[in-house]
């Protein structure tokens, strides 16, 4: 019984290290893979919308395309084709903003 329990204690600690290790690296991988950088790559995944169960929508850029592609069950279906829209920046609207301000000021000041 001793030896059951000293065996237990020391490889329950270890299955539970490889679980948790296994975990990270799956979500290390899968941002890698999926929504790492991108520079150089042809074909980017720009954004995903589950509309029903087993049903998705999916927004892929390829040559400067943005392609709107159906994924079901029965496989996948070319729903749509633009143009790519320029990447958005992260500080737009606060140009935005300081414009508006900046208008707002010019306004201010004439009589």
Do not use: C, K, N, W
Not at 17 to 44: I, K, P
Not at 94 to 106: I, K, M, Q, T, Y
């Amino acid at each position: 019984m001793g030896e059951y329990l000293l065996r237990l204690a020391l490889l329950l600690p270890l299955l539970g290290a490889l679980v948790y290790g296994s975990l990270r690296l799956t979500r290390f991988l899968q941002g890698r893979l999926v929504g790492g950088a991108s520079e150089g790559r042809v074909l980017r995944l720009v954004e995903t919308s589950l509309v029903a169960p087993g049903l998705r929508l999916a927004v892929v850029r390829f040559h400067d395309r943005e392609i709107l592609i159906g994924a079901g069950r029965g496989g996948l279906v070319r729903l749509g084709e633009a143009p790519a829209r320029p990447p958005a920046r992260a500080d737009a609207r606060a140009d935005v903003r300081a414009e508006v301000g900046l208008a707002r000021g010019a306004q201010g000041d004439a009589p």
